[in-house]
């Protein structure tokens, strides 16, 4: 398995608390992603990241920030949270962004309630 | 508007039999699809994938067929296995990832 971890597992929050995920690897990727499950929508992007202070938004960036001072570590901070922000969020990596010889490896993913 | 599709949230299948998922898209520029599997409190793990530039690949049990005049692709998994029971997502790239809203696959004994 691919070394990435993702802390904290779960989290219960109050709507406007700022909150702050962290996704750490081992693998000495590249190539960061943060995603968000919800039911009836599957695995949307949030933001990436193609290196050290280098980040892009996904298809679902409002309300996220991320920032990577480390290869290892990529943050995603819900600035202040709402309830739509209730999810599962999912970290990933990647060696490269042309994945024909390459995939992504998902973390074991952060359930976030915002009550 | 959705770019990749998977119309079956939910699918049963015999223990031992064919398991047919299918994905459909509309952008024409997606040059790589792939296929994860989800269990339940674990990410996503990938399964298989193929390129544009092929109609079928295989891999043990799982083949994924490609069908892009019709922007179609379909994982089939043969023979069924209960631990087949997962989520899978249907996935479809150009500049980058785009997955579809997910399957789950019931196998039953």
């Known amino acids: 398995d691919a070394g990435i971890t993702q802390s904290p597992r779960h989290k219960v929050t109050e709507t406007g608390t700022p909150v702050t995920l962290r996704c750490h690897q081992t693998?000495?990727?590249?190539?960061m992603y943060w995603y968000r499950q919800d039911p009836g929508h599957g695995l949307r992007l949030i933001h990436y990241?193609?290196?050290?202070?280098?980040?892009d938004k996904g298809e679902v960036s409002d309300g996220y920030s991320v920032s990577r001072s480390k290869t290892e570590d990529f943050l995603l901070t819900l600035e202040s949270a709402t309830s739509s922000q209730t999810s599962v969020y999912f970290c990933?990596?990647?060696?490269?962004?042309?994945?024909?010889?390459?995939?992504?490896?998902f973390g074991p993913g952060t359930r976030l309630t915002v009550l | 508007d959705q770019q990749v599709k998977q119309n079956s949230p939910s699918l049963s299948v015999q223990e031992g039999r064919i398991s047919i998922l299918n994905c459909d898209y509309t952008?024409?520029?997606?040059?790589?699809f792939l296929w994860y599997k989800k269990y339940p409190a674990e990410g996503p793990t990938f399964l298989i994938s193929?390129?544009?530039?092929?109609d079928k690949n295989e891999d043990g049990r799982f083949t994924v067929f490609l069908n892009k005049s019709a922007k179609h692709l379909s994982l089939h998994i043969v023979p069924s296995q209960p631990g087949d029971s997962a989520v899978y997502f249907c996935?479809?790239?150009?500049?980058?990832?785009?997955f579809g809203k997910g399957t789950r696959l019931h196998i039953l004994p």
């Open positions: 990241s193609y290196g050290v202070k280098d980040t």
């Open positions: 693998e000495n990727h590249r190539y």
């Open positions: 193929i390129s544009s530039i092929k």
């Open positions: 996935a479809a790239m150009d500049d980058k990832i785009i």
């Open positions: 990933a990596i990647s060696e490269s962004m042309v994945w024909f010889e390459d995939t992504q490896y």
């Open positions: 952008n024409s520029m997606f040059d790589y």
